[in-house]
C-alpha cells in the first residue's frame, strides 16, 4: 500500500501563494488517481482537486481558477500549487491515492490563510 507525506503548509497573508507536496513511498504512483482533500475546523472533509493517471484534472467550484494540481511520476509526488489564498482556504489538506477502489491518505498538512 502507498504510504503519503505532504508537504509545504504554513501561514501566508491573504492573496498569496503557497505550493504543497505530497511524496509517496511503497509504490509506483503513476497508476494512481491522486487527491487534494481539506478540512476546516468544525467542517467535513472536502474534495479540492484530483489528477488521474493520464493527467486529468478536475476542481473543486470554490478553488477553480486559483489552484493547479500537478504530478511528477518520476519523482512520484504530487503537488497543488495554490495561488490568491484566501481566509476562506485555511484547512487542514491532505492528500489521496485510489487505485482500484482502494483509498490512501496521508497526515495531512495545515494552510492558514490570515486576513
Known amino acids: 500500500q502507498v504510504q503519503l507525506v505532504e508537504s509545504g503548509g504554513g501561514l501566508v497573508q491573504s492573496g498569496g501563494s503557497l505550493r504543497l507536496s505530497c511524496a509517496a513511498s511503497g509504490s509506483i504512483l503513476s497508476p494512481y488517481t491522486m487527491g487534494w482533500y481539506r478540512q476546516a475546523p468544525g467542517k467535513q472533509r472536502e474534495f479540492v482537486a484530483t489528477i488521474t493517471s493520464g493527467g486529468t484534472t478536475n476542481y473543486a467550484g470554490s478553488v477553480k481558477g486559483r489552484f493547479t494540481i500537478s504530478r511528477d511520476n518520476a519523482k512520484n509526488t504530487v503537488y497543488l500549487q495554490m495561488s490568491s489564498l484566501k481566509p476562506d482556504d485555511t484547512a487542514v489538506y491532505y492528500c489521496?491515492?485510489?487505485?482500484?477502489?482502494?483509498?490512501?491518505w496521508g497526515q495531512g498538512t495545515q494552510v492558514t490563510v490570515s486576513s
Open positions: 489521496n491515492a485510489v487505485k482500484f477502489g482502494v483509498s490512501s
